[in-house]
């Protein structure tokens, strides 16, 4: 409801998913804990992970075989008397690999918004979700849940610049965010190509020549246009800016219609530089901020 205060997650997600070890919780999870049929047991289609690698799957199956599955599930009822999984579907999926016939669950009774938030930040916290599923998730939770970015990264422990980041991953090229997707660009690839103005051509240049994310970046850097080179190199003795940082500024940029520059100073702080050459532009910079003069 618009204006119900939101629910943080943080030490919530941990009783839902059974990472609260204090004592109610721990009665609370004996009194849930069942063993069900694997056929009672059904995906969650919301879950923002959608893709699980053959080889990881192949090896917890192995390691299922030899040990059984030692963590529950946590599920949800439905009405026909099979369960949701809420969290834990790539153990699901390995279970069914390994051959085991029941699995230990943890039950909860939780609502469609509940299903979904714990969904998205169980596998933010703990699966080896790619960055483009990440960004999704991040994405999910705001517009679905109205969050904030600060307020999404105090609930599940990220900086606010990490969610920021990650989102503007959404923005490249379709064909990019499939490379992305595949694995044959690593995040830090994928930040690097979000500050140039080719990112497509950046990518099959990085995946043929297989470079590192300190390459990608000086590639990167050599094609960003001249005025933004030359902002980045006005002292004596510049600091390298990093991908994310060039990201806002190509962001900033094409927002003002104006050079933008970002200048760090360590940790206390820093300076946005917007670079004008008449009145009139000046003008319109007063106007973009709102009017303040």
């Known amino acids: ?79 026909d008397g099979s369960f949701e999984i809420v969290a834990g579907e790539r153990r699901w999926r390995a279970s069914q690999r390994a051959g085991l016939h029941d699995l230990p669950v943890l039950i909860r009774d939780l609502d469609d918004k509940e299903t979904l938030e714990i969904a998205l930040i169980e596998n933010i916290q703990r699966a080896d979700l790619n960055p483009l599923e990440e960004a999704r998730a991040y994405r999910q939770l705001m517009e679905q849940y109205e969050y904030t970015q600060q307020a999404l990264a105090d609930s599940i422990g990220k900086s606010r610049s990490h969610i920021a980041n990650t989102m503007r991953l959404l923005n490249l090229p379709d064909a990019t965010q499939k490379q992305i997707e595949g694995g044959e660009l690593t995040a830090g690839h994928a930040r690097a190509l979000i500050a140039t103005d080719s990112p497509e051509e950046l990518a099959a240049q990085i995946i043929k020549l297989n470079l590192s994310v300190r390459q990608a970046e000086d590639l990167a850097r050599e094609q960003a246009p001249a005025g933004r080179r030359k902002a980045a190199s006005g002292s004596a003795s510049p600091v390298e800016k990093d991908a994310d940082t060039r990201a806002i500024e190509k962001q900033l940029t094409e927002a003002m219609g104006l050079a933008v520059s970002i200048k760090h100073k360590d940790n206390v702080g820093g300076q946005v530089v917007i670079s004008y050459k008449t009145l009139d532009q000046l003008d319109e910079v007063i106007k973009k901020l709102g009017g303040v003069l």
């Open 1 to 79: 409801m618009q204006g119900q205060q939101k629910k943080r997650l943080g030490r919530g997600l941990a009783a839902l998913i059974g990472d609260d070890t204090s004592e109610e919780s721990v009665v609370q999870d004996v009194r849930s804990l069942r063993h069900v049929p694997i056929e009672l047991l059904h995906a969650n289609p919301q879950n923002p992970r959608k893709h699980f690698a053959e080889e990881d799957l192949n090896s917890l199956a192995q390691s299922l075989k030899d040990k059984g599955l030692l963590q529950p599930l946590v599920v949800r009822p439905k009405a």
